[in-house]
């Protein structure tokens, strides 16, 4: 049902974090599911950068996944958008090392926004 609404709504956020996370959290959670949770997330966390639970989950589909790189940018954004500097610019440091362009760049720009603080 969350699929269906998803496609006949896909501006709608609330309707694609819940879809996210139910495919994250399937049992028979593969690596389809991850990508499609991650494409979901993405289109999230580019309308609404600051939601924190949309970072923690698309952290956990990389997570996975075994991308490390990409899961630790994710938790870095999450901790930098709840003001925690330590753990994002560890997090960060981490993130420098993810596949995803858009990722490790964030990453990057985190640790040098921080070390302006």
């Known amino acids: 049902y969350l699929r269906e609404s998803a496609n ?3 501006q709608s ?3 694609r974090l819940m879809l ?14 991850l ?3 991650i494409e979901h997330l993405t289109k999230i ?9 949309a970072w923690r989950l698309m952290g956990s ?5 075994r991308e490390e790189g990409n899961a630790a940018a994710c938790l870095a954004e999450e901790a930098w958008v709840l003001e925690n ?6 997090q960060a440091k981490k993130g420098k090392t993810a596949t ?3 990722l490790a760049k964030r990453s990057a720009d985190i640790l040098q926004q921080a070390s302006q603080k």
């Open 13 to 15: 956020y609330s309707v």
């Open 20 to 33: 996210a996370h139910a495919l994250i959290e399937l049992p028979s959670a593969n690596t389809d599911n």
């Open 100 to 102: 995803n362009p858009v």
């Open 85 to 90: 500097v330590d753990l994002a610019v560890m």
């Open 8 to 10: 006949k709504r896909p």
């Open 45 to 53: 966390t580019e309308q609404r950068h600051d939601n924190t639970f």
């Open 61 to 65: 589909a990389y997570g996975k996944l």
């Open 35 to 37: 990508r499609q949770a």
